[in-house]
């Protein structure tokens, strides 16, 4: 049993891993498409905003087929520890 804690708690790690660079790359590209202020705040762009908000009240199955790719892309780097998790399960 602590064999497999153990491996569950690399599991986690691992995607967290992942999910940290995802975040950061994403981090990397919303400032780059913004202007740091005086104060240190960020503007963003309205129609970059309008976009992702839009985005965000979307359910995947309605967004276009270019946005969806880009979530597929996403899950890519996730799918090899999921399916290595998986078959040494």
């Known amino acids: ?20 660079e ?16 005086d104060d240190g705040s960020l503007l963003l762009p ?14 995947f199955e309605n967004l276009s087929e270019d946005e969806k790719n880009s979530d597929r892309e996403q899950v890519l780097k996730y799918l090899p520890i999921v399916e290595k998790w998986v078959v040494s399960r």
């Not at 995802?22 to 990397?28: E, F, G, K, L, Y």
């Not at 309205?46 to 359910?59: C, F, N, P």
């Open 1 to 20: 049993m602590a064999n497999g804690n153990a491996n569950r708690a690399a599991l986690i790690d691992a995607l967290a891993a992942i999910e940290h």
């Open 46 to 59: 309205a129609e970059l905003v309008e976009r992702w908000e839009k985005q965000i009240g979307t359910k």
């Open 22 to 37: 995802r975040w950061a790359h994403w981090q990397r590209y919303l400032h780059s498409k913004g202007r740091i202020q």
